[in-house]
């Protein structure tokens, strides 16, 4: 009698066959004027509020082209970034320090950064709760999450980018980010106008708890 597979085994494979599959939606997101210019605000009100030890260890999940690991490097912070596709041969062309890992399986010890840096990353992950689950583990107690992510059903549709599967609600956000384990969470609404017309995007500050 033939040996039945392993059920979990069986799950595994399947996730990973659908995971493999949404590769095809990755495309390079060269940076624009607003994306830098958010980086640049959201990291100077972060460093007031709750500010990176010096040098300390920071994670940037979804790192795109690199803009927020520049600004990293350059407040003397050791960075190293996450992110897949075309834009990790554009950040090892600057020199920066990336490595090519889906998001939401970071391959790195538990309780090893002061910070992890996620904007406009966590609405690409098909199960977010997971996703910041990971970002909590990898930080150290004590530790330091920004989050951001845009807002559905502004004049944009950033709920119809075809890669986009998590745009959720700002209370859905801070209840998943809740429910993960943080605590003394800040959250920051940040509107503006496009051609398409107004937008809006979401911040999370939280701390891990010692």
Same mark, same amino acid.
């Not at 920071?58 to 992110?83: I, N, P, R, S």
């Given at each position: 009698?033939?040996?039945?597979? $392993?059920?979990?085994? !069986?799950?595994? #494979? +399947?996730?990973? @066959?659908? =995971?493999? *599959?949404? /590769? ?8 624009? $004027?607003?994306?830098? !210019?958010?980086? #640049? +605000?959201?990291? @100077?009100? =972060?460093? *007031?509020? /709750? ?8 994670? $940037? ?25 075309? $834009? ?123």
């Amino acid at each position: 009698m033939p040996d039945r597979p $392993d059920p979990t085994l !069986e799950r595994y #494979r +399947r996730l990973d @066959a659908f =995971l493999e *599959k949404l /590769r095809g939606d990755i495309y390079p997101e060269p940076p624009t $004027d607003l994306h830098t !210019e958010l980086t #640049r +605000r959201m990291f @100077a009100n =972060l460093a *007031k509020v /709750r500010p990176p030890p010096d040098g300390g260890a920071v994670l $940037d999940v979804g790192c795109g082209q690199g803009v927020a690991l520049e600004l990293f490097k350059a407040a003397g912070l050791d960075a190293v970034g996450v992110t897949l596709g075309p $834009d990790a041969e554009v950040c090892r062309a600057k020199g920066l320090n990336i490595v090519e890992m889906d998001l939401s399986f970071l391959d790195f010890e538990d309780d090893r950064f002061d910070l992890v840096w996620c904007r406009h990353a966590l609405e690409h992950s098909v199960f977010p709760f997971f996703t910041l689950s990971e970002m909590h583990r990898v930080l150290k107690p004590g530790g330091v999450l920004y989050m951001e992510a845009p807002a559905p059903d502004t004049a944009p549709a950033h709920q119809a980018n075809p890669n986009h599967y998590s745009v959720l609600g700002k209370s859905m956000w801070i209840e998943l980010i809740r429910r993960t384990g943080f605590v003394d969470i800040i959250s920051i609404d940040i509107g503006f106008e496009t051609r398409a017309g107004p937008d809006t995007y979401w911040g999370f500050i939280q701390t891990k708890p010692v």
